[in-house]
């Protein structure tokens, strides 16, 4: 028996769905997809990248990838993405199972904070949740979370970057219409960071486009990853597949298909310019073959979700994670199925794990909601960091003193090894009730969707995120007012 | 073969989702020289009945749904020439589906139109990211009754209100009823754009179109 008294080790919780064997198989049938079947890329730059590493072209778009190009590009992306947050210090390096949680873009439905009830999204509730996480100690990254319905439709992720970077320091991920608006993100991000190289260096930002099931790389989804690859800026390119309507409907053929896509896309990224910053990963998710609706909530989701992980491990290459809830209110169901969520998706070790706080089928949002993931993930944090088997945290000696034979009266609470211990080994909730019952009722007897509500509103009364530098909070609106004359009527690509 | 005991098989053969058999039954009409009509309605009109009731209580789903709306199509497609000649009308209408210019989201369109088929429309898909002037243009060739168009993103919604405006514009509004759809989309969105209706599921699409064309369809059924 290994009995080294000095040794010490920690226990983790691992997860890990796939095995070798597995991961092979479903790598093989994914480079003959690629090889054979070929995907189709319905944009000219696209299929000239991709031409000129010689894959074959067919009726015009369709395109059939080699394995050794698939292979070399797995190897040339980068398999440690650096991101910084808006000043510049350092604050997510996505390797490994290092898992960052963060929200979700585009929510065209907000739970209004004060009246509880659903209504249209605005540009108020992008700052709204902005601020929120900004404040919550678990949430890693910011997005829009809410899609404003009241400023012009051309300009609305143009004004979300602003708002986002303007009350917030956490990292961005982004949506953008088209490669239009997304040069207009770019600039505003070049202001804050003090220029295109100093954007490149310290990225805040990580831009999100995905491709389209089956196989189909659209025009608007390549500009942008193309951009992206040029400019240095990161980027998450993702695709969807839900099982049964636009792949397969068992999980591994829908994985296959997934991988596909989201490695030619890999293929087209790195041909444009290799070692360029690329998140990696899919959405795999059933159709609910009654309702007909995409399930954010199901168990099938954790199980593509942990297979991806296991593959871009395997890889090397940095992946997101996606989390979500299938419930139209706050409520039990969405606690539930948020808590499973992201519990899985740091089990599976996915590094950028988006939508946190996503409600009702990522079409709603609700500020509480970032409030009760913010609990959720840091009662996941403790878990994961397991716990230390040493000489000291064994604690022999204590159990000895305390022991019935030495000390009848045995008192753990009043010794120095729990004075010193207790903070870092017993996690405390922020909300959670943990009070005796009469204790609850004095405090109103409020149920959790209460308090998270009460908090949300406390935040945005309470804290102020750091300000931006007013000279760049200038150029922003300035590069907002030619945003909307420049974007006016403009047809952005699918 | 009794003609009762015929609808009830080619029925059946839907139903229960054997496609051979229902193109092999179809094309029985045409040798024994039925009135194909009634195979419609008393063979395929059944099945059709039939699987609702089926998605009703639960024993079916989606696919047999849409695998269901497949079948009645192929067997359609043998009686239809036939029907063609007699110079009839065998739908309840013919229906052009789209997503609008700038949107690919296809699952929900997809569904639609394949129920709508299933449920005796013609329907002509013309897929996704479709301009305004191509779905007009095409209303007006292929002589539809209605047009439903999907759109999923806010930036391409406006997609749709345009489509009802252009229609306006080039006169041609009161011959096509125009429908909309989309996780979005809402009946306040409906009224802004000027347009006849929405619908929540494809369930609901086929109710709202049924109603809305009924009696007007240029086929008239
Ligand atoms: C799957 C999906 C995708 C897939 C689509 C794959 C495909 N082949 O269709 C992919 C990954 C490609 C995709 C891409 C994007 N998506 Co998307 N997508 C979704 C998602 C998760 C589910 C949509 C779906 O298929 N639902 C299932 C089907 C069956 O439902 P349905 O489409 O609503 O259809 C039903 C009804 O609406 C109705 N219906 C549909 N059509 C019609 C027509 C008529 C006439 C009638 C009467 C009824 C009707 O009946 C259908 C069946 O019941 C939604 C979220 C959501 N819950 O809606 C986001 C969502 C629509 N996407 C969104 C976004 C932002 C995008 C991207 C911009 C993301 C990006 N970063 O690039 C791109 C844009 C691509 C483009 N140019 O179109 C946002 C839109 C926000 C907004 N209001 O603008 C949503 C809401 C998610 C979010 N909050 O971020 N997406």
């Known amino acids: 028996m290994g009995n080294d008294a000095r040794k010490s080790s920690v226990a983790r919780p691992r997860y890990r769905l796939l095995d070798d064997g597995q991961i092979e198989r479903i790598h093989a049938?994914?480079?003959?997809?690629?090889?054979?079947?070929?995907?189709?890329?319905?944009?000219?730059?696209?299929?000239?990248?991709?031409?000129e590493a010689g894959?074959?072209?067919?009726?015009?778009?369709?395109?059939?990838?080699?394995?050794?190009?698939?292979?070399?590009?797995?190897e040339s992306a980068p398999s440690r993405i650096d991101i910084y947050d808006r000043k510049g210090e350092p604050a997510m390096v996505l390797e490994g199972r290092n898992s960052y949680f963060g929200l979700g873009?585009?929510?065209?439905?907000?739970?209004?904070?004060?009246?509880?009830?659903?209504?249209?999204?605005?540009?108020?509730?992008?700052?709204?949740?902005?601020?929120?996480?900004?404040?919550c100690p678990n949430i890693d990254f910011i997005a829009s979370f809410a899609l404003p319905g009241d400023v012009p439709t051309n300009t609305m992720y143009v004004e979300c970057f602003k708002a986002e970077v303007?009350?917030?320091?956490?990292?961005?991920?982004?949506?953008?219409?088209?490669?239009?608006?997304?040069?207009?993100i770019a600039r505003m991000a070049r202001a804050v960071a003090g220029g295109m190289e100093a954007l490149r260096q310290k990225p805040f930002l990580i831009h999100y486009s995905e491709p389209v099931a089956p196989l189909t790389h659209s025009k608007g989804a390549v500009d942008k990853l193309l951009f992206c690859a040029e400019n240095g800026?990161?980027?998450?390119?993702?695709?969807t597949v839900l099982l049964g309507a636009s792949g397969p409907v068992t999980l591994a053929g829908g994985i296959t298909q997934a991988n596909a896509e989201a490695l030619s896309g890999i293929v087209m990224h790195q041909l444009k310019k290799g070692g360029a910053p690329i998140v990696s990963g899919w959405a795999v998710v059933p159709l609910d073959m009654k309702s007909m609706t995409y399930c954010y909530g199901s168990p099938e989701v954790r199980l593509t979700n942990a297979a991806f992980a296991d593959i871009y491990h395997h890889y090397e290459i940095p992946c997101w994670g996606i989390v979500g809830t299938d419930s139209h209110v706050l409520d039990q169901q969405a606690a539930m199925e948020h808590a499973f969520a992201e519990l899985l998706a740091a089990m599976d070790g996915a590094n950028l794990i988006h939508d946190v706080g996503y409600l009702g089928q990522g079409l709603l949002g609700s500020p509480a909601s970032i409030v009760m993931c913010d609990e959720i993930v840091s009662y996941i944090r403790r878990f994961m960091k397991g716990f230390e088997i040493s000489e000291e945290t064994l604690a022999l000696d204590l159990?000895?003193?305390n022991s019935p034979l030495k000390a009848p009266q045995a008192n753990f609470l009043a010794e120095r090894h729990t004075l010193k211990h207790f903070r870092t080994e017993i996690w405390r909730p922020a909300v959670c009730n943990r009070d005796m019952p009469d204790a609850w009722r004095k405090k109103g007897g409020k149920t959790y969707g209460q308090r998270v509500v009460e908090k949300a509103r406390e935040i945005l009364k309470h804290h102020s995120p750091a300000s931006l530098d007013p000279g760049v909070v200038k150029v922003l609106a300035a590069i907002v007012g030619e945003a909307r004359t420049g974007l006016e009527g403009k047809k952005f690509n699918a | 073969m009794n003609k009762g005991r015929y609808f009830e098989e080619i029925s059946d053969a839907i139903v229960n989702l054997e496609e051979g058999r229902a193109v092999e039954l179809a094309e029985r009409a045409i040798t024994g020289d039925m009135d194909v009509l009634e195979v419609i309605e008393k063979g395929f009109g059944t099945a059709i009945n039939k699987i609702g009731k089926l998605w009703e209580t639960g024993e079916y789903f989606l696919p047999e749904l849409m695998l269901g709306g497949t079948i009645v199509?192929?067997?359609?497609?043998?009686?239809?020439?036939?029907?063609?000649?007699?110079?009839?009308?065998?739908?309840?209408?013919?229906?052009?589906v789209a997503t609008i210019e700038g949107d690919i989201h296809s699952i929900g369109k997809n569904i639609v139109a394949t129920m709508l088929s299933a449920n005796g429309f013609e329907v002509v898909d013309l897929g996704v990211d479709v301009p305004v002037e191509r779905i007009i243009a095409q209303a007006i060739e292929q002589d539809v009754d209605a047009i439903g168009v999907s759109a999923l993103l806010t930036t391409t919604m406006p997609g749709q209100k345009a489509l009802v405006e252009a229609m306006v514009t080039k006169g041609v509004r009161d011959k096509f009823k125009v429908f909309l759809g989309g996780a979005a989309v809402n009946a306040e969105w409906v009224k802004h754009c000027g347009a006849d209706g929405y619908a929540e599921n494809a369930i609901d699409a086929v109710k709202l179109i049924k109603e809305a064309l009924r009696g007007s369809s240029k086929g008239g059924k």
Not at chain 1, 167 to 175: D, G, L, M
Not at chain 1, 233 to 239: K, M, R, W
């Open chain 1, 29 to 51: 049938t994914t480079l003959k997809i690629l090889e054979e079947t070929g995907v189709r890329v319905a944009d000219p730059e696209g299929i000239r990248v991709l031409e």
């Open chain 1, 55 to 74: 894959c074959a072209v067919e009726k015009e778009d369709i395109v059939r990838i080699p394995r050794g190009v698939v292979e070399a590009c797995i």
């Open chain 1, 105 to 135: 873009t585009d929510l065209p439905t907000t739970v209004d904070l004060e009246t509880g009830e659903a209504r249209r999204s605005v540009l108020q509730d992008v700052v709204n949740a902005a601020r929120v996480a900004d404040f």
């Open chain 1, 166 to 184: 303007e009350n917030s320091t956490k990292p961005i991920f982004f949506t953008a219409a088209g490669k239009d608006d997304l040069e207009y």
């Open chain 1, 233 to 239: 800026i990161p980027i998450c390119y993702i695709p």
């Open chain 1, 399 to 401: 159990i000895d003193k």
């Open chain 2, 73 to 96: 199509q192929r067997a359609m497609d043998v009686l239809l020439p036939r029907l063609k000649a007699q110079g009839k009308a065998a739908t309840f209408g013919k229906v052009l």
